[in-house]
């Protein structure tokens, strides 16, 4: 048990030497402020990267023919007969197929424009997360009468620079009215079939102007992230049984991104509470030479107090105390600055970015216990030192 006159005489000590204690908790400060906030900095990374590529779309699952132009039969295509098979199998919500066509002239009040015609079924709006910043998306009604009516992206309403919900686009013989103006929720940058100036039209109308009557990407939507892989497999099960023999189908989803972007915030993490911990371990460092450095110029007072009854232990706790003292609010000081960075940063974080900047309990945890943990390691060999010292041979010190 360690006495109340031991924590007393800790605590004038370093109070005696306020500016030797305040630089040497500088370096605490800095190091557990670093931890906290490097993993604040990852779980952020981690979110955002995690977000943006769920937004693509919730547990996707998108599968599409990948034969070469030589071999291709219109039989090995995906249909739309293989798209409502695959609304049937277990823990899908939501299926939805494109076919994209390029290098197509739009016009529109004699101004022409290259664009990309992309051929969409029911449920795409739903599985690519598409935002509708004008207008509607297509209705039941529209997919069934082929509705010659059209979405185009607000690249493209830009481009017109006016307002075109109702506007008429000519595409080859084809006359379509503008009933939308929609975004990506994350943009793609043409790595979809949606580009900066694509125009949404229904598939069934595709084949009315070029003939095409099948799937250039199927997507499938899982209930779950559990059962993403699942229904994975079952698909591709699903179009290898439904097609000629020999033929392969390519399905994939985004878990493998999602799985790597983890594993990358983790790894980043790790090296940065590296960078944190070796912050800590120079601070110690730093506690064990300024102890060493008082044990040398408190030799006489170690001779006073032994020479009235204190005994070693009672030494050893002193100085021992005196390093937890200085790491210990030095942790805590790291981590009020850490927490109040994010309270004034959180404000200016623009809303758009929809982005909550989050403090892990478990991080603070880790840090105050870090940065106490460097007092004992580093504090010890001073403290013991000083302890061991003779009495008569502390007396005569000068």
């Known amino acids: 048990m360690i006495k109340n006159e031991t924590w007393r005489v800790a605590l004038d000590a370093l109070l005696a030497n306020k500016v030797k204690a305040a630089l040497t908790m500088l370096g605490i400060t800095v190091g557990t402020t670093c931890i906290v906030l490097v993993v604040t900095v990852s779980m952020i990374a981690k979110n955002y990267v995690i977000a943006q590529i769920e937004a693509v779309g919730t547990d996707l699952i998108y599968a599409y023919f990948p034969g070469s132009r030589l071999n291709r039969s219109v039989a090995d295509e995906i249909s739309l007969q293989d798209l409502e098979a695959a609304r049937d199998l277990p823990h899908v919500v939501e299926v939805a197929g494109v076919h994209d066509i390029g290098n197509v002239s739009v016009v529109v009040n004699s101004v022409e424009k290259p664009v990309t015609l992309v051929g969409v079924t029911e449920g795409f709006q739903k599985i690519r997360n598409l935002i509708i910043l004008q207008g509607r998306f297509f209705d039941d009604l529209d997919m069934e009468s082929k509705s010659k009516a059209c979405l185009i992206t607000q690249d493209l309403a830009r481009h017109f620079d006016r307002d075109m919900i109702g506007q008429i686009l000519r595409v080859g013989d084809l006359s379509f009215t503008v009933i939308g103006v929609f975004r990506e929720r994350v943009a793609t940058f043409g790595q979809s079939e949606i580009t900066s100036e694509s125009v949404l039209v229904p598939f069934s109308l595709l084949k009315s102007y070029q003939g095409i009557d099948y799937l250039r990407t199927l997507y499938v939507q899982a209930d779950s992230h559990q059962e993403v892989s699942t229904v994975t497999a079952e698909l591709h099960s699903l179009l290898q049984s439904r097609h000629r023999a020999g033929v392969v189908y390519t399905v994939e989803n985004l878990s493998g991104i999602l799985d790597a972007a983890k594993q990358i915030s983790w790894a980043l993490t790790g090296l940065l509470l590296t960078v944190g911990c070796i912050v800590l371990v120079i601070s110690g460092i730093g506690i064990m030479n300024i102890m060493l450095v008082t044990v040398t110029q408190r030799t006489r007072e170690i001779g006073l107090r032994k020479a009235v009854g204190a005994s070693r232990k009672e030494i050893l706790f002193q100085f021992l105390i005196e390093a937890v003292l200085i790491s210990g609010v030095g942790g805590m000081l790291g981590i009020l600055i850490a927490v109040s960075i994010k309270v004034v940063a959180q404000p200016l974080v623009p809303v758009e970015y929809n982005m909550h900047i989050p ?40």
């Open 359 to 398: 403090i892990s309990m478990l991080s603070i945890v880790v840090a105050f216990v870090a940065s106490c943990s460097t007092g004992v390691l580093f504090g010890y060999l001073p403290a013991n030192r000083a302890s061991r010292l003779q009495p008569t041979e502390a007396l005569h010190h000068e």
